[in-house]
């Protein structure tokens, strides 16, 4: 029983290490809209320079 429980363990941790490292990778092609909260492909998103630094374009109305 302690073994399946030591398993179990190490399993979560690795599960939640690759879950942290997938995120922070996704980073890389996604950009948050401070508008609507969501994570949004850099196409779909439009810089500018006003106080927020931009928002999608579903919110820009595009």
């Known amino acids: ?13 690795e599960h939640n290490a690759a879950l942290i ?9 996604h950009v948050y809209c401070p508008y609507c909260g969501r994570w949004v492909c850099k196409n779909c998103f439009r810089f500018e320079d006003d ?8 919110c820009n109305g595009e």
Request: charged share 35%; aromatic share 10%.
């Open 1 to 13: 029983m302690e073994n399946d429980e030591a398993k179990k363990l190490l399993w979560a941790s």
């Open 21 to 29: 490292e997938a995120t922070l990778e996704s980073h890389r092609y």
């Open 51 to 58: 106080e927020f630094g931009g928002s999608c374009k579903e």
